[in-house]
């Protein structure tokens, strides 16, 4: 009779793995939009100081 060790430690460590590559990819996905909204409010304020 062969008993298998479950290897927690291997499993935990490949869902931290996991954990923070979504977060990363999160992280990078809204980096767009939050650059995208630096860049108009910054349009913004230039055609308010033209005026």
């Known amino acids: ?11 935990s460590i490949i869902e931290y793995v996991l954990v923070a590559t979504i977060v990363a ?14 860049q108009a409010t910054q349009q913004m304020i230039q055609k308010e100081a033209n005026k």
């Open 1 to 11: 009779m062969i008993i298998l060790k479950n290897n927690h430690k291997g499993q």
């Open 25 to 38: 990819a999160a992280v990078m996905a809204m980096s767009t939009y939050v650059f995208r909204s630096v």
